[in-house]
């Protein structure tokens, strides 16, 4: 739709014909639902959480309802499609209490129960818990009563399992009982018209869709890359005045406000060939708010994520830079030992490029960089010791955007000593030290390639670019020996920026544990 001077921001709004009626601002996907309705019967879509899926499936409800009037000057009203309506079952796991099976049931309880009503239908009290049975019966009696086909739309499938994955027991009796209940769209399927299913992960690994073997998951196809998500060109078409009016507030050039937008919230790729896409939540909250922040990390924080990668041992850098086959980005386990699957289909991670064979995954934008890193730090170094004034992590940042290197790594030091004693070790320390840097940095680089060996971390400030090299074990003078020996600094000699040189080493021996650490400033 074409931006209007004062545009109203559906922030949070899931509801399309809330949207329409609400003169909200909406970025016109109606144009993909004849093609879905074409692609197949039985469609799954992957896409991570806030990312519009919730909006899609209601946009589809209308649709299937015959609510043409709320479709008027969209895409879809030019096209040749049947608007005849058709029953809708809509499913909705996003609210829900999922820490027993008990609350499982109660949530498809009271879908169930809604619809009984809707339809005049009784339910035996003891078949009230056999949900199930009591789906079934609503498939086959709403087709006889309106004597039409189904349409049932399944939201956030695997909320539930996320909620629990921690919990073996639970997860498994959650496995069995969505494995019947969704086995119903299988067997009912004379009666069903149309089935979308959308989730953030495929769990196929558990067996809930074993039974239906026809569904068709679009996630990673190409025609469908853009199903969810904004590219570059809608933004502007749609919000070209909430640009321009977020451009007055920074003070800055209509093109420099979309590089930052560009910068901070595109980037996400779901299909080898897919273009580039925004995260609609956060943009619609930069617009409104008129500033440039994470707010994707405020509705939720990743906890079995960083957990899972802080168990694995792995170097928060690596995560940048994963490869993985289609086979592995589609196929998720709740236990597998490789967590860039799952932070794939949850957001965290997006397709770099491909080559034909494996898919290369990064973090997509720097909003989910800052924000991923935000919450792996406290699995690494405790809570309490850097929410203390003196180790804010707005005190690093000042020390490194102020020129004070010595002050930084004063302040590392006390924060390592803050550390229980079985988490003084190298792994840790370096990991401490790179999320610091880069949650206070414009940006941070680990283990560069230059011509003559890889520098720990290099990170970079408008003003200063501070190089490190750490040692374990061994001595401050090996740690600075490199840096001069392999000239990490020499591709910086026609920068005009101070370049700060630290060498650190970090003890072990008991009686002199702990980080010592030498600064030089570079010279030409």
Known sequence: MTATKFLRYPIGMQTFSNIIEGGYTYVDKTSFIPRLIEHGKYIFLSRPRRFGKSLLLSTLESFFEGER?????LAIDKMDIDWTPSPVLHFDFNNGYYVSISGLVAKLNDTLSEYEEMYGLQVIPEERDEVALRFRKIIKSVFEATGRQVVILIDE????????????????QYQRLLKSFYGNLKSMDKYIRFVFITGVARFSKVSIFSDLNNLDDISLENAFAD?????????????????ENLASEMEEDFDSTLNALRDFYDGYRFTPKGSRLYNPFSVLRALKAKSIDPYWFETGTPTFLVRRVKSLGLYPPEMNGQKCSKAQLTAVGMNDRDPAP?????????????DGERYELR????????GFYRCLLPQYAPETSYSYSAFSIYKFQDDLFEGRPDDFMKRLEALFKDLPGEDHCESTYRAVTYLLATLCSTRSLAEHHGYRGRSDIETFTRKYIYLFEFKYNRSVAEAMDQIHSRDYAGRFAMDSRPVYLIGANYTENKDERGMQYEIEEFHT
């Open 69 to 73: 009037e709320l479709f008027k000057g």
């Open 157 to 172: 499938y695997d909320k539930p399992l996320l909620a629990i994955e921690d919990n073996k027991e639970v997860f498994e």
């Open 227 to 243: 199903l969810c998500g904004w590219t570059e060109e809608e933004l502007i078409n749609t919000f070209r005045q909430g640009i």
């Open 342 to 354: 799952l932070m794939f289909q949850t957001g965290y991670l997006t397709i770099a490029s491909y």
């Open 363 to 370: 973090f997509p934008n720097r909003e989910v960089e800052i």
